[in-house]
Nanobody
Framework: QVQLVESGGGLVQPGGSLRLSCVASRMIFSINAMGWYRQAPGKERELVAVITSSGRINYADSAKGRFTISRDNAKKTVYLQMNSLKPEDTAVYYC???????????????WGQGTQVTVSS
């Protein structure tokens, strides 16, 4: 059974930083690209960043220059370092294995519980 467990969220002031972690089952982590998504209240889930098994990285425009995705294959963990956070970054953040379909990435498995990020003064 595939498991995705996110952690590291919290309440932070604008301009602050957070580091999110996602531990994934070995069976998916070693072969798949991994992505971080977020879903704000009343909005659709959106892809924030992707890192392939070879280390190729893509960011959504909203994340470029502020967020950094990385992975530790030995720990089966993918990270999202978020700096210069803004109130509009407030959302539940999820990770998932992803597959490329042309210019689009698609999530492959059921979602975990996510981790709440709230940016507020």
């Amino acid at each position: 059974q595939v498991q995705l467990v996110e952690s590291g969220g919290g309440l932070v002031q604008p301009g602050g930083s957070l580091r999110l972690s996602c531990v994934a089952s070995r069976m998916i982590f070693s072969i798949n690209a991994m992505g971080w998504y977020r879903q704000a209240p009343g909005k659709e889930r959106e892809l924030v960043a992707v890192i392939t098994s070879s280390g190729r990285i893509n960011y959504a425009d909203s994340a470029k220059g502020r967020f950094t995705i990385s992975r530790d294959n030995a720990k089966k963990t993918v990270y999202l370092q978020m700096n210069s956070l803004k109130p509009e970054d407030t959302a539940v953040y999820y990770c998932n294995a992803v597959s490329s379909g042309g210019s689009t990435w698609y999530p492959l498995y059921s979602w975990g519980q996510g981790t709440q990020v709230t940016v507020s003064s």
